[in-house]
Structure formats: structure tokens, C-alpha cells
């Protein structure tokens, strides 16, 4: 599976941005999907997952309420809306892709390239 992140941006705080993760391969239906994200000088940390259905969804404390994981299985894509953005959220957003299937905050097997995501207070 091969992954590329896209929507990264400058942004308000307060403001909004979806992330886009579109995936090749026939498999992707099958795969857990992951966002996490890595700030400068911080180590990467888990943000949030769905299940190869889309049925189970879970979310790091920190985002829980204002970020929501999606995903469409006919376009091979995953999603993140990121609403009311803070500037702690500014850092670089990976998907990732886990063949196991159910929702899990790690390990992940495939990880895409990063996406910017800068938040201005």
C-alpha cells in the first residue's frame, strides 16, 4: 500500500483544514487507516484511527471533539476534518495503514510522506 497525505496548510487559530490520505491498491478496503502527527522537536503521536469499515473511529484526548476521521473505501481515501485548530495542533499529519483492520493507535505497517499543518495564533 502506498499513501500520500495532502490538504496541509497555514491556517487561523480557530479555523479549519481537511487532510486527505488517498491510497493505491485493492487492499485498502481491508486496512485500519491512522492520522498521527509529529510537532517540531516532539516525538510522532497518535491523533486518530477508523476501522476497514468505517464502523469503529478512535481519538487521542487531545483532539477528541474537534477532529473527525472518515473515510470512503470506493475512492481509497481517508480523511481528517481538523476543526477549531489551536496552535499546539501545528505539526507534520502522517496517515498510516494497518492490514489488521480494526482500530488501533499502533503499530502501522504502511506510512505516508506528511503533510504540513500549521495553525497562527
Known amino acids: 500500500v502506498q499513501l500520500q497525505a495532502s490538504g496541509g496548510g497555514l491556517v487561523q487559530a480557530g479555523g479549519s483544514l481537511r487532510l486527505s490520505c488517498a491510497a493505491s491498491?485493492?487492499?485498502?478496503?481491508?486496512?485500519?487507516m491512522g492520522w498521527f502527527r509529529q510537532a517540531p522537536g516532539k516525538e510522532r503521536e497518535f491523533v486518530a484511527a477508523?476501522?476497514?469499515?468505517?464502523?469503529?473511529?478512535y481519538y487521542a484526548d487531545s483532539v477528541k471533539g474537534r477532529f473527525t476521521i472518515s473515510r470512503d473505501n470506493a475512492k481509497n481515501t481517508v480523511y481528517l476534518q481538523m476543526n477549531s485548530l489551536k496552535p499546539e495542533d501545528t505539526a507534520v499529519y502522517y496517515c498510516a495503514a494497518d492490514p489488521v483492520g480494526v482500530v488501533v493507535t499502533e503499530p502501522y505497517d504502511y506510512w505516508g510522506q506528511g503533510t504540513l499543518v500549521t495553525v497562527s495564533s
Open positions: 491498491g485493492r487492499t485498502f478496503s481491508s486496512y485500519a
Open positions: 477508523i476501522s476497514w469499515s468505517g464502523g469503529s473511529t
